[in-house]
């Protein structure tokens, strides 16, 4: 399986983070959910980090099945 490009795993980790820094006007659900909630999304994004790193560090195409 090959993985999209370094920078757009940055940018969808970015986006994550924005995420679970938002606030939710409204949100019905008890504190203790919301925090798991914003605790994924930040595990998520830390997630994405390290695999664009490793994707920088094998290269491209290193991923790629050949058959």
């Known amino acids: 399986m090959a993985y999209p490009d ?3 795993l ?12 938002l606030p939710v006007l409204g949100d019905p659900r008890p504190e203790l959910a919301r925090y798991g909630a914003q605790r994924a999304l930040e595990q998520f994004a830390a997630d994405l980090e390290a ?5 920088e560090r094998q290269g491209p195409g290193a991923d790629d099945e050949s058959s």
């Open 10 to 21: 940055r940018l969808v980790a970015n986006m994550a983070r924005m995420c679970a820094r």
């Open 6 to 8: 370094p920078d757009t």
């Open 51 to 55: 695999t664009a790193a490793n994707v």
